[in-house]
Nanobody
Framework: QVQLVESGGGLVQAGGSLRLSCAAS????????MGWYRQAPGKQRELVAT???????NYADSVKGRFTISRDNAKNTVYLQMDSLKPEDTAAYYC???????????????WGQGTQVTVSS
């Protein structure tokens, strides 16, 4: 089994910062892509940022210049540093990983359980 466990969410005032972490555990051979998505009440889940094993990153336009994604391949962990937070960043944030559980297996996608981020105005 593979688990993704997120931490670091909470309540912060507008302009503040939070750092999310997501650690993958279990039988893992290689993690290709890791990322963060978010879902606000009544809205669809949307991409926030992704990062490849080679540290190539991709960001949603709404968070560019404010959020930074990084990863520690040795720890199978991805981080999301969120600065200059806005009330519209309020959402449940979900970690995502596309990984291989064995050398000969196909890739599989896993999700974390989500962590709530609330930004007050």
């Amino acid at each position: 089994q593979v688990q993704l466990v997120e931490s670091g969410g909470g309540l912060v005032q507008a302009g503040g910062s939070l750092r999310l972490s997501c650690a993958a555990s279990g039988t893992i051979f290689f993690i290709n892509l890791m990322g963060w998505y978010r879902q606000a009440p009544g809205k669809q889940r949307e991409l926030v940022a992704t990062i490849t094993s080679g540290a190539n990153t991709n960001y949603a336009d709404s968070v560019k210049g404010r959020f930074t994604i990084s990863r520690d391949n040795a720890k199978n962990t991805v981080y999301l540093q969120m600065d200059s937070l806005k009330p519209e960043d309020t959402a449940a944030y979900y970690c995502n990983a596309n990984l291989f559980r064995a050398y000969s297996s196909g890739s599989q996608e896993y999700w974390g359980q989500g962590t709530q981020v609330t930004v007050s105005s």
